[in-house]
């Protein structure tokens, strides 16, 4: 194993792609890795890229790569996309805007679907990025799946989040509501070419003059990129998104920000591997001993309450736990 | 033991810009639980043959409409070759002669689906010859 490890820190993509499907796929070995991986990660700048589908967030990706191998820094991209609730099957079409860096070796592009994650990411996001992390890129781009208002999952993950929106989506009272627009370290409006772009630009720059600052000094800007079809102006925008979210990051090391992003970083992954390590164990017992569908009978039948039936289920495994 | 998810890359290569057939095969792949990794058109081989490895697919779908498959089709394998990646498997499909089958075959393309090819008989043919690694 401790040559794999060695392999996947020299950037072995063959090796780091393959685990990451291991994760995905829950093989039990590839836990075991990613704990020999760990300390090798944690030194990547992460950006966050959200907003609606079709918003533009992989187009926008791909132009801060192009940004980013300018000034030389190794990029890791990680790009999702919805599982299919009814066949498990998945278009991953994000990585069709990116392929003029597929031959990059300082560029490495790795489609994710969500398999029934609701939070914008998939499961194997958090380790997806340790090991692009443990590869050593500099900077790691985590793409979420087209979202809504509340598929918030990235701000567990990145350091600096960008939302991207578009004209044309809905009036002011939008840009109030909580959620997705509390989340933006930068925004971005895309297609700003499009009636309604100046209106929106307004309507979040009112929106932010209310936010509460909760003690940061940071001003959120909001980048307006015109349309991708015409390169010239369409690069000069995305010069001004890398150098804002570039600002951020400097701002977030300096004003210790970065640490605090930090530590809820770890405080998700706890969450995280504890519902890999407990929860889903017992399920994955209770199912395959067909106890699930008999407490879920006495349920039904309100021989039970759901309270006592977890508690009866957590009590006996900790029992077992101790005997072990 | 969890259950391997089947992953596939569907490609064009070359010139060639219609893709209406392999986005129905893309879409048809998702409808039978794949995930599918859709690179466009467009793709120079060394561009397909890179993005198959960093997507860790068991299986890359070329198709090709124009007639350039006996020089591109080839050339994806070889690049896997070259970088290791042969337990990739290669098939192809699009407008391709009959007399081109044993030369794509003798390359190292798994199998042909011409116009006419069930969209069943190749998610049959995926699903047999391919185990999810």
Known sequence: ?324 | MPERKIRVMVAKPGLDGHDRGARVLARCFRDAGFEVVYTGCHQTPEQIAAAAIQEDVDLVGLSCLSGAHRALFPKVVELLRGKGADDITVIGGGIIPEQDFQLLYDAGIKAIFTPGASLDSIVEWIKTNIKAR
């Open chain 1, 1 to 324: 194993m401790d040559s794999l490890i060695k392999k996947i820190c020299a950037g072995d993509v063959r090796l780091a792609s393959r685990l990451i499907r291991d994760i995905e796929d829950k093989i039990p070995e590839a836990k075991a890795k990613i704990k020999k991986l760990y300390a090798h990660t944690g030194k990547s700048f992460i950006i966050g890229i959200t907003g609606a589908p079709g918003a533009g967030k992989s187009t926008l990706t791909d132009a801060l790569i192009t940004q980013l191998r300018k000034k030389n820094k190794t990029v890791g991209v990680l790009a999702v996309d919805p599982t299919s609730p009814f066949t498990g099957g998945a278009i991953l079409g994000d990585r069709i805007r990116m392929q003029k860096h597929a031959e990059d070796e300082g560029v490495f592009v790795r489609s994710l679907a969500t398999r029934g994650a609701l939070g914008g990411l998939s499961q194997a996001a958090g380790d997806a990025i340790h090991v692009m992390e443990a590869m050593g890129k500099d900077v790691i781009i985590v793409e979420t799946v087209g979202i809504g208002q509340q598929e918030l999952d990235i701000i567990n993950h990145a350091h600096s989040v960008v939302v991207v929106l578009v004209p044309g989506m809905g009036d002011e009272i939008q840009t109030m509501k909580a959620g997705l627009m509390e989340i933006a370290d930068v925004f971005v409006v895309n297609k700003a070419n499009r009636p309604g772009a100046n209106q929106l630009q307004t309507e979040i720059a009112s929106m932010l003059k209310l936010a509460s600052k909760n003690g940061a000094n940071w001003q959120t800007p909001i980048v307006m990129v015109g349309d991708a079809f015409e390169p010239a102006a369409f690069t000069e925008k995305a010069a001004e998104l890398a150098q804002k979210i570039e600002e951020h990051h400097q701002y977030l090391i300096e004003s210790g920000k970065l640490t605090e992003r930090m530590h809820r970083k770890a405080l998700a992954e706890i969450n995280d591997a504890l519902s890999f390590c407990l929860l889903e164990p017992i399920i994955e017992e209770l199912t395959s001993t067909g106890k699930l569908k008999h407490f879920a009978e006495k349920i039904k039948n309100r021989k039970a309450d759901p309270y006592s039936v977890a508690e009866e289920i957590a009590k006996n495994y900790f029992i077992r736990q101790d005997k072990k």
